[in-house]
């Protein structure tokens, strides 16, 4: 609008030509709007929509999409195989062990496992199989339904070729618009999103403690198991020849042992659940820091918060209830918790 009243000494001809230049339709309405610049992104007055070049992408090739989906379903399967092989595989192996110290012990430890393998699974399940956030259906496309502000802030998504609601973005592995999406996961062969976001860091913390308690129970197993057999063996010889003689055949059959299948899945699962521990934990770790910081993820902390790190953005993330906020909110946060806090009650 500037640059015509600016060059008003031009003819009309000339002045239609700019107009007709900057005329663009909405695509959320169906508006013709008038620009004052010749800019690939604008906004609608109306509805909010924001345009930019709209190019209709072409969808994936069946092939690409057959490959991501079947990558997906291993990874689920292979994550699923696993987890029941730890629990069954643990289980036998230093269950054993466990009631032969008492059965007080056998029922106590019985119980961690069941709680662990049932919170671990059933997470793991919501994460997984849950959608991780579909936008709802919205109406666009003509004036008169589409009211004033009815698409404020949506952008078009050139895959699905629908609205897309602030802070969504699309995943080609789900072929869909995920609300605050994270990131695709292929281990839960799904996005990580607004829908099952809280879910997946529940399996992340139930994974790095279910981890950490089977190395500490197979590690036991393996001193309470072993260490018996030799001293035993050392100490009922006298003579110097036949103890030298009765410690290797001891250490043939500690090798046995442990070569055994008993000893083999306990090594293999203090080593695997070792290595996953770690790697879990890190991940674990970003996520809380995401999650702190308020960012990348989940609208309504991200837009509450304005980009503002805090303890109270992991609380609300966890839908923590009001007393948790004045328990754990330290007295310097006060403002910031007295800003927030209103809007849950
Ligand atoms: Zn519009
Ligand atoms: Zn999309
Ligand atoms: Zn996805």
């Known amino acids: 609008m500037n640059e015509i009243d600016e060059e008003g000494v031009k003819d009309d001809h000339h002045i239609t030509s700019i107009i007709e230049d900057h005329e663009r339709i909405c695509w959320g309405c169906g508006l013709r709007l008038l620009l004052a610049t010749d800019s690939p992104v604008f906004k609608c007055g109306w ?3 924001i345009s930019t070049q709209i190019r209709i992408r072409k969808p994936d090739s069946a092939c690409f999409s057959r490959w991501r989906r079947t990558r997906d379903r291993f990874f689920v399967a292979i994550l699923l195989l696993f987890m029941s092989f730890v629990i069954c595989a643990g289980v036998w192996a230093v269950y054993p ?3 032969s110290i008492s059965y007080f012990c056998g029922i106590f430890h019985s119980s961690i496992t069941a709680i662990l393998s049932l919170i671990t699974i059933s997470s793991f399940c919501l994460a997984a199989f849950k959608s991780a956030g579909a936008p709802v259906s919205v109406t666009w496309g003509s004036y008169p ?13 050139t895959y699905c070729e629908k609205p897309k609601p602030p802070r969504a973005h699309h995943c080609r592995s789900c072929r869909m618009c995920i609300l605050d999406m994270d990131h695709h996961c292929p281990f839960i062969g799904n996005c990580v999103g607004a829908a099952n976001h809280r879910h997946f860091i529940i399996f992340l913390i139930s994974i790095v403690i279910g981890c950490f308690y089977a190395v500490m129970m197979c590690s036991y197993t393996v001193f ?4 018996p057999q030799l001293e035993s063996s050392a100490s009922t010889d006298t003579s110097a020849v036949s103890r030298m003689l009765k410690e290797v ?4 059959a500690s090798s046995v042992l ?7 899945v306990l090594l293999y699962l203090s080593f695997a659940c070792l290595s996953v521990d770690i790697g879990i934990t890190v991940l674990l770790w970003q996520q809380l820091y995401y999650i702190y910081e308020g960012k990348t993820y989940i609208a309504h902390i991200s ?3 304005s980009g503002n790190g805090g303890c109270q953005n992991i609380l609300r993330f966890f839908n923590c209830p009001y007393w ?3 328990f754990f909110l330290i007295p310097t946060n006060t403002a910031k918790f007295q800003e927030s806090s209103s809007k849950f009650l």
């Open 47 to 49: 509805c909010g929509a």
């Open 97 to 99: 062990t466990v009631f």
């Open 145 to 157: 339904v589409v009211g004033k502000n009815g698409l404020e802030n949506f952008t078009f998504c």
């Open 224 to 227: 309470h198991v072993w260490p």
């Open 249 to 252: 055949l001891t250490g043939i």
């Open 258 to 264: 442990l070569l055994s299948v008993r000893g083999l």
């Open 303 to 305: 837009s509450q918060n």
């Open 324 to 326: 948790a906020f004045r």
